[in-house]
Each structure stands twice: as structure tokens, then as C-alpha cells.
């Protein structure tokens, strides 16, 4: 088990500077296919930063884990570490800067379901 600051630098934690060029259509597609990763994503449409124990995910704490990190990857949101905790946030900006109207589409269509 590496240390906060071992994990701080991992590359899917460490904070850089994505750009909407970054994003891959197939990469969020995929990221935001599963329905436990969805929820994820609209707890965070709200705008706010939310801890990981916030979500209140009906899987174990090892596949939340695996989620955020798919989504992470994606570029669909961004974690910043402050001490023991992990805030996430949409990158909803940089999302609708490269795909206009796709978090929207896939929220409402996640709603009606």
C-alpha cells in the first residue's frame, strides 16, 4: 500500500491540465455506459465536488474504486486529494466544450429509465 503522497502522484490522481482534444467519444461512451457509473455522474451533474463515500454505491468499495477510476480515465470527471479524502467533480465544461449536449442527452435519458 503506497502512501497518500505515492498516491497523490499515480497518474489517474495526479491533477493535470486536460484539454477537451483529450477526451476520446469511444472512452466516455464507454465510461458512461454502465448504470453504477451513471449515478455516479448524476450525483456530480449537480456541480459540487462529493467525496468517494458520498455515493452510497450498491457495490463494494474495491469496484467503486474501479468506476471512478473508468471515469477518471475517461477524462468524464477529476479527483483532487485533500488529506485522506478524494473530491470529485464533472469535468462538464471540458465535455461540453468537445461534445456539445452529450452529459445533457445521457442525464435526461438516464432519468426517464
Partial sequence: MGS???LAQAPSLAPHALTSDDLDLAGVLHALSDPVRLRIVAKLAD???H???SFSLPVTKSTSSHHFRVL???GVLSTRIE???RF???ERDLLEQRFPGLIDAVLRAHVSQ
Fill in 51 to 53: 467525496t468517494c463515500g
Fill in 83 to 85: 488529506g485522506k479524502n
Fill in 4 to 6: 497518500l503522497l505515492q
Fill in 72 to 74: 477518471r480515465e475517461a
Fill in 88 to 90: 470529485n467533480r464533472l
Fill in 47 to 49: 456541480g459540487d465536488e
